[in-house]
């Protein structure tokens, strides 16, 4: 009986520690979340099928659910922020020296 608190124990201090180390390259999957939020918003089709063509791509070697947990939620946030803010949607030019930059950073941690 007193070995029964070990191992939840255990298993709360082992999943704290990984979910405390941020994954490679996350803040790049954010940003790039956060700008096919806003095209969704827009309908802004090319951005967001450029976007999850080429993160399908990098992220291939590295499938890892965080990194879908984080672009998912920063889709979410950005679609919504913008659907309230009423903001004019942005030129889709505008975004691709953007993306061109996050893939870039995001190829140069991920992909040895």
Same mark, same amino acid.
């Given at each position: 009986?007193? *070995?029964?608190?070990? !191992?939840?124990?255990?298993? +709360? #201090?082992?999943?704290?520690?990984?979910? #405390?180390? /941020?994954?490679?390259?996350?803040? %790049? !999957?954010?940003? +790039?979340?956060?700008?096919?939020?806003?095209? +969704? @918003?827009?309908?802004? %089709? @090319?951005?967001?099928?450029?976007?999850? =063509? %080429?993160?399908?791509?990098?992220?291939?070697? *590295?499938?890892?659910?965080?990194?879908?947990?984080?672009?998912?939620? #920063?889709? $979410?946030?950005?679609?919504?922020?913008?659907?309230?803010?009423?903001? /004019?949607?942005?030129? #889709? $030019?505008?975004?691709?020296?953007?993306?061109? =930059?996050?893939?870039?950073?995001?190829? @140069?941690?991920?992909? /040895?």
């Amino acid at each position: 009986m007193k *070995k029964q608190w070990f !191992v939840p124990v255990f298993m +709360l #201090a082992f999943s704290s520690a990984i979910l #405390a180390a /941020p994954l490679p390259g996350s803040e %790049e !999957v954010r940003a +790039l979340g956060d700008i096919n939020g806003v095209a +969704l @918003a827009c309908r802004q %089709e @090319a951005i967001l099928e450029r976007i999850r =063509t %080429e993160l399908d791509v990098v992220l291939s070697a *590295k499938r890892d659910i965080g990194y879908d947990e984080i672009f998912k939620a #920063a889709i $979410e946030e950005s679609f919504l922020r913008h659907q309230n803010s009423r903001a /004019p949607c942005p030129e #889709a $030019e505008s975004a691709t020296p953007k993306i061109d =930059t996050l893939f870039k950073r995001l190829r @140069a941690t991920l992909v /040895p």
